[in-house]
């Protein structure tokens, strides 16, 4: 049992290299840094919203938007003050609101922050955390680190399982954790707390004679059971490199 | 040979490290995603992670809580939603170990507290504060700076006592800093 956010399909997406998507992330982050007009903007924004349709549907699309709108509302109230420049808009009581200038930003901002947080929203739905560590490791990320990674993922689901078993003992022991507010809250958690990280830590000599039985620390390179298969991925980088090129060189031109 | 000997050869492995590591990425990322405790007056939440990375930082030392702070806290974002924070949490957090280990490295008095807390508030909230202002302005990014003020001094007021509670419970642990 390994924690995940990924979402069971069977899109394009899904079925796309990890590597690959990995890639395109990463230049979707950097094409929405660009100097990018309104329009260039909206038009990425909308197609990586369509892509999440497809993907996930609409409703879990939409999800990630939803989640970061009270930074949105932040971003609306906040970001025009800032911005004086360009015809006025808005002007309440001889004070100016809103500017052409603040208009733009706060849309680019918007733009922005939503576009990348969609972006890795359904990077996520749609990898598979195992392979997201595999693809880490083509990366070049040593193995130990994934070793690391791996076991954290496989232990958390175990932990939460034991918190809630502690929290429940204390309860049964009188320890009232209906309560409502900070102290009072923390008083019930504080000894459950102190159990959880002791039963954890006493865990550690164990895992590590697990990993030393099965030969972790040796200098001997190591095989690996799971491994991501590469077929098509070149035809698949070259299709989408060229897909990204173009989507560059609109937007910085539209 | 003497517990302690035999403790410090078994904290020098290989696999005594990733083991340790593991564990405490899981607990940071328990810590942070799941025991969140309401505050009164605003109807916010306070997660945990920041006291498991002060706890870390005490017992563990600060690379280990630099690793295990900036993993565990960018695994809970990922799984909560906010992917899109994760690479920034993990050095955010990962630092704010980092600095309240080496600061609480040698001994622990209420000068190395009150350091480390400002410290760790400055390099965490700093760190935030310039990222969200790259992404979405530094006029709205302001206004995460007071929730990460409160989450550091959570981290320090539960922290600290809970890393104490610990080792007095549990005291083979003072063995297991590497």
Request: charged share 10%; aromatic share 12%.
């Amino acid at each position: 049992m390994i924690s995940s956010t990924f979402i069971q399909g069977n899109s394009i997406l899904h079925k796309a290299d990890p590597r690959l998507k990995a890639i395109i992330l990463l230049s979707i982050v950097v094409i929405f840094f660009l100097p990018l007009s309104i329009s260039a903007m909206l038009i990425l924004f909308t197609g990586l919203i369509l892509l999440g349709i497809n993907s996930l549907g609409l409703l879990k699309a939409l999800q990630p938007v939803k989640m970061i709108l009270p930074i949105l509302i932040f971003v609306i109230i906040l970001t025009p003050p800032f911005f004086k420049g360009g015809e006025t808009i808005l002007i309440i009581k001889n004070t100016t609101i809103l500017t052409s200038e603040g208009l733009f930003q706060t849309l680019r901002l918007i733009l922005r922050f939503t576009g990348i947080t969609v972006s890795f929203y359904i990077f996520f739905s749609t990898t598979s955390i195992s392979s997201f560590v595999l693809t880490l490791e083509w990366f070049k990320l040593p193995y130990k680190a994934a070793l690391i990674i791996t076991i954290a993922l496989r232990y958390i689901p175990s932990m939460i399982i034991i918190y809630n078993n502690i929290k429940d003992a204390h309860s049964l022991r009188s320890a009232d954790n209906s309560k409502k507010y900070f102290w009072k809250k923390l008083n019930t958690v504080f000894p459950t707390l102190v159990s959880v990280l002791i039963h954890s830590i006493k865990s550690i000599p164990t895992l590590s004679m697990a990993l030393e039985l099965r030969g972790i620390g040796c200098s001997t390179k190591r095989t690996q059971f799971n491994l991501i298969k590469s077929n098509k991925m070149i035809l698949q980088i070259t299709v989408s490199g060229v897909i990204l090129l173009l989507i560059i060189l609109v937007a910085l031109y539209t | 040979m003497s517990d302690k000997e035999n403790n410090s050869s078994i904290n020098n492995l290989p696999a005594f490290k990733i083991a340790s590591l593991a564990i405490l990425i899981a607990v940071t990322t328990v810590f942070t995603y799941i025991i969140r405790i309401p505050i009164a007056p605003t109807r916010g939440y306070i997660n945990f992670g920041d006291v498991a990375i002060f706890f870390t930082a005490i017992t563990f030392g600060p690379i280990t809580a630099f690793l295990a702070g900036g993993l565990g806290t960018a695994l809970a974002d990922l799984f909560a939603g906010y992917a899109q924070w994760a690479p920034i949490t993990f050095f955010a957090h990962g630092l704010q170990g980092l600095v309240v280990g080496l600061i609480l490295r040698k001994k622990i008095n209420i000068t190395g507290l009150i350091l480390s807390f400002l410290a760790a508030t400055i390099v965490m909230a700093g760190i935030y504060y310039i990222t969200a202002g790259f992404m979405y302005g530094f006029g709205p990014a302001l206004a995460e700076i007071p929730g990460n003020i409160l989450q550091n001094v959570a981290g320090i007021a539960v922290g600290v006592p809970l890393a104490a509670a610990v080792r007095k419970a549990y005291p083979p642990i003072l063995n297991y800093k590497w």
